[in-house]
C-alpha cells in the first residue's frame, strides 16, 4: 500500500474539492441507506446524511476518483485526510458540497408544493 504524506493528502483533498465544484447537484443523492454510510457509482454518489457525513463524502469521492483502489486504500487515505488535512480544507469541501446539497434539497421541496 502506498503511504500518504501531508503534500498526498493535500492533493487529494483538493482533486475532492474539484470534483464536488465541477459536477451538478444531482451528481450527489441523499438518501436513507440501510447497509452502507455511502456509494459511488459512475454517474452520481449515494450519501446518508445520517451517518459520518464529512467521512463518508471524502470516502465516494475517493472512490470516484481512483476506481482501481481498493476499499482498504479508499480508507486508508481518507483516515489520513481527516488526520493531515487542514480543518479549513475540510470545512471548503463540506461547504461547497452542503451548498449544492442544501440548494437541491430547497428546490425539491419547492417543487413538490406546486
Known amino acids: 500500500?502506498?503511504?500518504?504524506?501531508?503534500?498526498?493528502?493535500?492533493?487529494?483533498?483538493?482533486?475532492?474539492i474539484n470534483?464536488?465544484?465541477?459536477?451538478?447537484?444531482?451528481?450527489?443523492?441523499?438518501?436513507?441507506?440501510?447497509?452502507?454510510?455511502?456509494?459511488?457509482y459512475w454517474d452520481w454518489i449515494e450519501l446518508d446524511p445520517r451517518k459520518n457525513f464529512i467521512v463518508t463524502a471524502i470516502h465516494e469521492c475517493?472512490?470516484?476518483?481512483?476506481?482501481?483502489?481498493?476499499?482498504?486504500?479508499?480508507?486508508?487515505?481518507?483516515?489520513?485526510?481527516?488526520?493531515?488535512?487542514e480543518f479549513l480544507k475540510l470545512m471548503e469541501f463540506v461547504s461547497i458540497l452542503s451548498s449544492k446539497l442544501y440548494i437541491k434539497e430547497k428546490n425539491k421541496k419547492r417543487n413538490k408544493k406546486k
Open 62 to 85: 475517493l472512490h470516484y476518483l481512483n476506481p482501481d483502489w481498493s476499499e482498504s486504500m479508499v480508507m486508508y487515505a481518507e483516515s489520513r485526510i481527516i488526520n493531515q488535512v
Open 19 to 40: 470534483l464536488v465544484k465541477k459536477q451538478d447537484s444531482n451528481f450527489f443523492v441523499l438518501k436513507k441507506l440501510k447497509k452502507v454510510w455511502g456509494m459511488c
Open 1 to 16: 500500500m502506498k503511504s500518504l504524506n501531508k503534500q498526498d493528502c493535500d492533493v487529494l483533498i483538493v482533486k475532492c
